[in-house]
């Protein structure tokens, strides 16, 4: 049996978290995993569009396809499952034309209509996508680490020597200048306080020195495990309830604490006073730096704490069964029931 992904580029980091992840249990239960990034060219597309004829379950990861590719897929697919981990029906934070977009908007509907499934990456987005398909169409499986790829930190420095740390693709910087009122008030209070960014792109901020990290899936484990405090700061909208809260779940796999504005995922990730503390006001977030950064047994017992939250709800061994689960009986059963279903156009 093959399970074929659709994905938006090569090595995509939702590709990486959300499916590749499962691939040895697929192998276990007879199926076979290849991944195909779409390309940007619309021949190119085309052509590999038609090669879902030859996959058993196609996974479109992510993409909101024109509805004419939409209406091809769909045609050769025998199982068609949408995953996303964004609320792809919006825009980002910080686009210039606002949050809301009809025409997003539709294409989302259309495409979980015309899926056998979706797949969801948080409950926000799974009751969502409830409000436009039947509830039992839409399976949550959340954004999961191996706690296994992570050395836990070693929390021995201590003071303005604590080193924060950020993970995140360069799209999401805007929080990080978003967050700044908060990195001054905490190195107000430490002077000379260390921000480790790992990332392909690094920003200026006031107050706390940056310390530039390239992102490498080879070392962004052991770059983690070299620092003492994760921190996540988002927007309070609908495209920040829709994120999945990888970073916390790799700050909390690597042994930190975490330090984060309730909002969103963050808010049920991390639990304050026992895997981190949520923080508002700028005062909030010094308050909670200062007392991590001058306490390293704190910081061992939260870290700890937080990994294992990570291995009880989050890990890829949680969720292996149900992913696997749901690929095998929606592509087992196909060839019963055949089921193809249209592409409606929600505008017409």
Known sequence: M???????GPNHVCYRYRIAPFADALAAHGWTLESLPLAPRTLERSAQLRQAADADVVILQRKLLPLWQLRLLRSVSRVLLYDFDDALFCRDSYSRKGSQSW?????????IYSADAAIVGNPWL????????????VHLVPTCVDPGRYTTARHERRGSAARLAWIGLHSTLPCLYH????????????????????????????????VPRLWSSDTEARELADSDIGISWLPDDE??????????LQFMAAGLPVVANPVGMNRTMVRHGETGF?????????????????DPALRARMGEAGREFVEQHYSVDRWASD??????????????SSRQLSVVEPWA
Request: glycine share 6%; charged share 25%.
């Open 323 to 336: 992913f696997v689960g749901l690929v095998d009986q929606l592509g087992r059963g196909a060839s019963a």
């Open 103 to 111: 025409t997003r908007l539709a294409h989302f509907w259309a495409t």
């Open 239 to 248: 495209w920040s309830r829709g994120k999945c809260g990888l970073k916390v």
């Open 179 to 210: 967050a700044e009122p908060m990195m001054v008030a905490a190195a107000a209070r430490l002077p000379g306080l260390r921000l480790r960014v790992i990332c392909n792109r690094f920003p200026q901020l006031l107050g706390v020195r940056v």
């Open 126 to 137: 799974q009751q969502q996508a409830s409000e436009y398909v039947e509830p039992d169409r």
């Open 278 to 294: 949520l923080a508002t006001t700028p005062d909030e977030w010094a308050d909670a730096i200062e007392r991590l950064a001058n």
């Open 2 to 8: 093959k399970l074929l992904a659709l994905t938006e």
